[in-house]
Nanobody
């Protein structure tokens, strides 16, 4: 079992950058696909980005493509989400999930962190 813990959220002005980190406990971290999801205020949770077990494959929602970059460091059991050119509509609670996989046109994860708040001011 893997327990993700997110960090790095905060308040930033539009156009700014933040880097989220997801530290995952568990010896099997490197066998899991990892992903980031977000839940904007008053809306349902949505997929943001995913990376496969060894980092060779990455996936992005259209809304963040070209602005966000996902990466992972197996030695540190950590996944990152570099967010650049942030927009007010990126405001959300961001969640990290281990065991992230695609089911048809949707994404889901097995083990979830508690989330970290990202607020982008205009």
């Amino acid at each position: 079992q893997v327990q993700p813990v997110e960090s790095g959220g905060g308040l930033v002005q539009a156009g700014g950058s933040l880097r989220l980190s997801c530290a995952a406990s568990g010896r099997t971290f490197t066998t899991y696909g990892m992903g980031w999801f977000r839940q904007p205020p008053g809306k349902e949770r949505e997929f943001v980005s995913a990376i496969n077990w060894n980092g060779d494959l990455t996936y992005y929602a259209d809304s963040v493509k070209g602005r966000f970059t996902i990466s992972r460091d197996g030695a540190k059991n950590t996944v990152y989400l570099q967010m650049n050119s942030l927009k007010p509509e990126d405001t959300a609670v961001y969640y990290c999930a281990a065991g992230t996989r695609r089911h048809g046109s949707t994404w889901d994860g097995d083990y979830w962190g508690q989330g970290t708040q990202v607020t982008v001011s205009s």
